[in-house]
């Protein structure tokens, strides 16, 4: 991925007048005290000296190869994945987005603690930016990890629109040798039907079991809706694994027939970052001939632990350690439940690389899921009463495609009220048979079972998961589903705040 040139502005009387110029919120929902509460909020992550990263990015109809197929679609600027950001913790990020797209659209920067009016979602706490228009996105990101960026404007992350963002640590204890970012993504736009028309045809379909009739999706060999809750397309570790058949998955917007290669030489270590990009579909992730060692979670650190293969749900992030052997081998992303796979080489020697339908043994021994993982002891929640529990079940239906929280729809879905100090559980409860991994903006909970550190979890059919987290961080909070067809017919509410 190219990385952007990157102005790092050392602002030396950034101190008392950087905090008065914590600038005007452009919320449009939020009353003023959440407004004010915003502003001090930012203000305590700002320091002296604060360094500033710059970037741009113009999301606009282009043309990628996906390595074979050409797919007219939007992107960010013409490379897919976009632009890859990158700043250290504690650094000012200021992101002007240029959109140049025919649509209204956002930018949500996915499992960052930041100021809320920066936060990207159209109605909850912004205006929509409007095609032809631009808006400045500028705010502090305090964690270190392995995060991303993406459109928060109806199913438009499932076009071109997403990128990678690193937040390094201010001191890296590094202990590897080389780093590689894979972004993982289910692909159909381009490919005879948009992101958006899939959803029409899902939200098309009125009555009984079969709703792939009465709609052409069998015929664009995209679809798999004759089963109904998404039986069609079921994986024992995940249940209804998605509502729709890709023609395409990829790594790093390439298709396996004509992979990128990630190179070391042989006995380095690799630090690997894992990103799903992707729309309604987790990945199986396995190294050929390796074992991974996973060392974060969603870019927090978990107490490391050594599997053949990871389980990732859309939204979800996993940094690796791999010890590179000698030779040429795949980095196989199943898509779980569904046909097909994305792929990426590791390379350290001259080699025949192996067929794009590769299926090394590690797939099918130890999978690791998130709530497998302890949290590393630095980032375990304290020890703290919980002050207020939210009950979310998590439910819906195929005919017609809507899913709910609670029984209700966004935007008519209870906001789960919240006050600033208090240790919050909110208890999913999963009474549907289709897995959902839920993401919640603006904080990092923890796994009431096992700690993990985490924005977004995987919860599976008829399971319930708990999660804590403190109430920090002030204002009107998305949470949803990260399955975008989910999320937008319906999976969605705010963690809210006092207005
Ligand atoms: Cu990534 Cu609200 O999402
Ligand atoms: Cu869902």
New binding site residues.
């Given amino acids: 991925m190219p990385e952007l040139s990157r102005r790092n502005v050392f602002l030396g009387a950034f101190g008392l007048a950087g905090l008065a110029a914590v600038s005007a919120c452009g919320g449009t929902t939020s009353g003023s005290t959440t407004a004010a509460a915003v502003h001090s909020a930012e203000a305590t992550r700002r320091s002296a000296g604060q360094r500033v990263v710059t970037a741009e990015l113009t999301p606009r109809p282009t043309t990628v190869d996906l390595g074979g197929p050409v797919v007219n679609t939007w992107a960010y600027g013409d490379s897919l994945p976009g632009p890859l950001l990158r700043a250290r913790a504690g650094d000012l990020l200021r992101v002007q987005v240029d959109n140049q797209l025919p649509a209204t659209s956002s930018v949500h920067w996915h499992g960052i603690a930041l100021r809320n009016d920066m936060d990207g979602v159209p109605g909850v706490t912004q205006t929509p930016i409007k095609a032809g228009t631009s808006f400045t996105y500028d705010f502090t990101v305090p964690d270190p990890g392995t995060y991303f960026y993406h459109p928060h404007s109806g199913v438009q992350l499932d076009r071109g629109l997403y990128g990678a963002l690193l937040v390094d640590e201010v001191a890296d204890p590094g202990g590897y040798d080389v780093e590689w970012t894979v972004v993982l993504d289910d692909w159909v736009d381009g490919t005879g039907r948009t992101p958006e028309q899939i959803l029409k045809g899902l939200t098309s379909a009125t009555s009984g079991g079969t709703a792939g009739s009465g709609n052409d999706m069998g015929a664009m060999g995209g679809m798999d809706m004759g089963s109904g809750m998404g039986e069609g397309m079921t994986s024992p570790l995940l249940g209804g694994a998605g509502d729709i058949a890709y023609p395409h998955y990829l790594a790093n917007g390439r298709v396996p027939a004509a992979p990128v290669t990630l190179t070391a030489k042989p006995g380095q270590r690799a630090r690997l970052r894992l990103i799903n990009a992707g729309s309604d579909t987790a990945f199986r992730v396995a190294l050929g001939g390796h074992q991974l060692t996973v060392t974060h979670s969603d870019g927090f650190p978990v107490a490391s632990v050594t599997t053949d293969a990871l389980l990732i749900g859309m939204g979800e992030r996993y940094d690796v350690l791999v010890t590179v052997g000698d030779g040429v081998f795949p980095l196989v992303a199943l898509a779980e439940g569904k046909q097909g796979n994305a792929l990426a080489l590791v390379r350290s020697a001259a080699g025949t690389p192996p067929k794009a339908s590769a299926r090394p043994a590690e797939l099918a021994r130890k999978v690791t899921l998130s709530t497998d993982l302890r949290a590393a002891d630095v980032v375990l929640l304290q020890t703290k009463g919980v002050d207020r529990t939210h009950d979310l079940v ?1 439910s ?1 239906s195929m005919a017609p495609y809507r ?1 709910t929280l609670n029984g209700k729809t966004f935007p008519d879905t209870d906001p789960l009220q919240v006050e600033e100090g208090q240790r919050v559980r909110l208890r999913f409860q999963n009474m549907s048979m ?1 897995f ?2 839920m993401h919640v903006h603006g904080h990092t909970f923890g796994l009431v079972k096992g700690g993990a550190r985490k924005d977004t979890v995987i919860v599976r059919p008829m399971q319930t998961v708990e999660v804590d987290l403190d109430a920090n961080n002030p204002g009107q909070w998305a949470t949803h ?1 990260h ?1 975008v067809y ?2 937008e017919t319906g ?1 969605m509410t705010t963690l809210s705040y006092p207005s």
């Fill in positions: 998590l819906g899913w289709m959902h991994p589903c399955n989910h999320a999976m």
